[in-house]
């Protein structure tokens, strides 16, 4: 059950950082009106292949429904949109600051592992 809705700056989807009382967090992210089912598909899919080749990188997971789905519709002022709920991950954006060289190797190391895992 949320506890709290938190609209966050994204390029184009709408998304919201969800406290679920007990503590939890999540991800909520609705997808542009004009997204086609197809590219929401495809982002989904990415994440599940990461979770199972590359289950080490630090990316959302994606949860399902109670009856399995990884998306749902839903109903909008600007008709029906794409829903889904992924894990949430702390940290900051990565241009919120100068990073260190060691910030800067640590990143590439995940980069590599990404290429790696994809």
Request: cysteine-free; hydrophobic content about 50%; proline content about 5%.
């Amino acid at each position: 059950r949320p506890a709290e809705l938190t609209r966050l700056a994204t390029e184009r989807d709408d998304t919201f950082r969800v406290d679920v009382v007990g503590g939890r967090r999540v991800l909520l992210k609705v997808a542009h009106p004009a997204d086609a089912a197809s590219t929401v598909d495809a982002q989904l899919a990415v994440l599940a292949d990461l979770a199972a080749h590359a289950p080490g990188l630090p990316v959302s997971r994606v949860a399902q429904t109670v009856s399995g789905e990884a998306r749902i519709v839903i109903d909008s002022a600007d008709g029906p949109r794409l829903a889904r709920v992924l894990s949430w991950l702390d940290g900051e954006p990565w241009n919120a600051r100068l990073r260190t060289a060691r910030e800067l190797r640590a990143f590439g190391a995940v980069q590599a592992e990404f290429a790696l895992g994809a």
